[in-house]
């Protein structure tokens, strides 16, 4: 009975909502933002050779997938919680391995950051489908992707700016804001999920869900989707600031570029105000189609860098529409019963992306210059646009609920 006296506010925590996830985010954005530009150049001066980068980021791509494939596994031993927990610590070890291993040890620090990234994913979708109502997603998204928005913005350029004062500087920050991710997610108090009870027993296997999976046409849909828009981002993020060194544009071209590109995540409540006017299925047809053409032509001018890296731009701002409504999709086809299994099937699509990118530019570096990636990541996002002519018109919109006879 003495309970009865203690504030309701300390002894129950508030149910978890947009806005929480959203500031969780904002935090993981800065921690990956500010290291988006300084991994390629660091990896590029560690190397020398843009292909033996795209072999290194391939060989890091399948141990990145195999890791998110058994994360359901391991979830069956250590809690989710804990699993989020591990995950946040790896982006603590990658920057304190970058710092003082030095360029050395840059292949390790990505790794660690790498599966610190999948970790984290699959744990995160784990909660949204917990604790976000089916009809919210759509403004959780936006929401995740406003409250990024100053880490993907600012981060790119500072990254830059910080390595050329001081080496270390980007990594230490990167670190902290690790460190600052993990204390607001222990304070929302989400512990292990909500527990829903299941048919069937768990599955025996780490990689027995996948047959669940590939029983889904829709999941296989929206998981191609997210396969083909990361491929975007990779070619961009990657291959980008490569370019611009080998045309003399500078080492901060790229930094710069992607902090302008990433300042078009403010405006993402608008693009959600045009996902919603139009249909989800217009939206994702019209961000592959644009930026499928603007990869093509910026290829194409690769005589004229400065235009090709503008091309580049444009097209970036599309892949940000697809960031808003391309995981729509997946996300409204899961069922409850299989979230962290189909969470962790959908952060694959991170992964194969980073296997599928540097592993196809790798076969065009063989035979045409770096503007090939381009044309090549164009004609992918054209595959995509044709497979979305196959979602629903109507997907996404509230159901028609008829009254009870």
């Known amino acids: 009975m003495a309970t009865r006296y203690i504030p309701i506010w300390t002894r129950f925590a508030p149910a978890p909502g947009v806005r929480g996830f959203a500031t969780l985010q904002g935090f993981e954005a800065i921690t990956r933002g500010i290291l988006i530009s300084v ?8 190397l020398e050779d843009a292909q033996t980068v795209s072999q290194v980021y391939f060989m890091i791509g399948i141990t990145s997938l195999l890791g998110g494939l058994m994360v359901p596994w391991l ?3 250590l809690p989710r919680r804990w699993m989020y927990t591990t995950g946040a610590l790896l982006y603590v070890m990658g920057s304190t391995v970058a710092v003082l291993g030095g360029t050395d040890m840059i292949m390790f620090a990505l790794l660690c950051n790498t599966l610190a990234t999948v970790i984290t994913f699959v744990c995160f979708n784990a909660y949204v489908l917990d604790y976000i109502a089916r009809v919210d997603l759509g403004r959780a998204e936006s929401m995740r992707m406003f409250y990024s928005a100053l880490g993907w913005t600012v981060g790119p350029v500072l990254g830059v700016t910080l390595m050329a004062l001081w080496r270390p500087a980007p990594f230490v920050v990167a670190g902290i804001s690790a460190l600052c991710m993990l204390s607001v997610f222990w304070s929302m108090r989400l512990g292990n999920g909500k527990l829903i009870s299941r ?12 047959t669940r999976f590939f029983a889904q046409p829709r ?11 990361s491929c975007g981002w990779w070619v961009y993020v990657v291959y980008l600031p490569i370019f611009a060194v080998q045309s003399g544009l500078g080492d901060a071209t790229g930094g710069i570029v992607l902090s302008i590109t990433n300042g078009t995540l403010f405006l993402t409540p608008l693009m959600l105000r045009f996902v919603q006017a139009s249909s989800i299925r217009t939206a994702v047809r019209f961000g592959f189609f644009a930026s499928g053409v603007l990869f093509i032509m ?15 731009m444009l097209a970036s701002f599309c892949l940000i529409l ?3 409504c391309g995981g729509l999709p997946f996300l409204m086809a899961v069922k409850p019963s299989e979230r962290t299994e189909m969470s962790a099937v959908y952060s694959s699509f991170r992964d194969v992306s980073g296997i599928l990118t540097p592993g196809v530019a790798w076969l065009v570096l063989l035979v045409a ?16 646009w044709a497979l979305a002519g196959r979602l629903h018109p109507r997907l996404g919109h509230a159901r028609i609920r008829l009254p009870a006879a």
Do not use: S
């Open 75 to 77: 979830n069956r031993f």
């Open 39 to 46: 991994f390629p150049l660091e990896m590029y001066r560690a």
């Open 322 to 324: 697809l960031d808003v």
């Open 199 to 210: 048919a069937r027993a768990p599955a025996p296997n780490p990689l027995a869900f996948l």
């Open 369 to 384: 210059p770096l503007p090939g990636v381009f044309m090549a990541c164009g004609a992918g996002l054209w595959l995509a």
């Open 298 to 312: 910026a290829g194409i001018g690769q005589w004229l860098p400065w235009g090709a890296v503008a091309l580049l």
């Open 219 to 229: 999941l296989i849909a929206g998981w191609l989707f997210a396969v083909i828009r």
